[in-house]
């Protein structure tokens, strides 16, 4: 059964930093009582949530922290980010059907549409060489990097850093007025709550 999942992407974060950002939230959410210092039994699991008023209040079950090509291992009762992960960096809804919006027009495009072949393309380059996603919109034909290309549906972003909050559609977050909501996204390091929302499943 797939569970309600919310992810915050952050866009901008280059690859060389992603790991180092998600040991230093690790330590920041350990350090605090947030989650477990380790991750569930299966591979790629979140780390559970201690704070029991989070959950009560949100809904978080669970708490992911991911970094392009890195992993989590073990090291005694902690864990340690470290190379070697299957993690690529594309975060959309689990079935992976998603539309974007060209940043120059706002046309909007999906994967399967007429002209997607550009699309397509960069999501493969993505994989290997980030710098160099570039999307063809078919409607204007201007060349723009995919990670400036938005989600309206919030259901995809690219990005070399993520938070996935399990158990639940936070949609208070794409509420710019929910205070609640921005404290909450502070907590979780993105302080000036301008990582990308996407509502996924898992």
């Known amino acids: 059964m797939s569970q309600p ?25 350990v350090g605090d009582g947030t989650i477990s210092p380790l991750p569930g ?5 979140p780390f559970e949530v201690l704070d029991r008023r989070l959950t009560a209040d949100t809904g978080i079950t669970a708490i992911g922290l991911h970094a392009s090509g890195h992993r989590w291992r073990l090291e005694g009762q902690a864990a340690e980010m470290v190379d ?61 990097p995919l990670t400036t290309w938005q989600s309206p549906r919030h259901d995809f972003a690219v990005g070399h850093f993520a938070i996935s909050l399990h ?25 000036a709550s301008d990582y990308t929302v996407v509502y996924s499943s898992t």
């Not at 960096?89 to 059907?97: A, L, N, P, T």
């Open 5 to 29: 999942t919310t992810l915050l992407v952050d866009t901008d974060l280059e690859r060389d930093d992603a790991a180092a950002a998600a040991n230093a939230l690790y330590l920041k959410l």
């Open 41 to 45: 039994m299966a591979e790629d699991a």
């Open 84 to 144: 070697g992960g299957r993690e690529n960096g594309i975060f959309c809804r689990y079935d992976g059907s998603f539309t974007i919006r060209c940043p120059q027009c706002l046309a909007p495009l999906s994967p399967g549409d007429e002209g997607s072949d550009a699309l397509e393309e960069a999501l493969i380059v993505w994989c290997d060489s980030p710098d160099s996603a570039f999307v063809a919109c078919p409607n204007c034909s201007t060349w723009t």
């Open 167 to 191: 158990g639940v559609h936070l949609h208070a977050f794409t509420d710019h007025r929910n205070h609640a909501a921005m404290a909450l996204r502070q907590r979780l390091g993105d302080l």
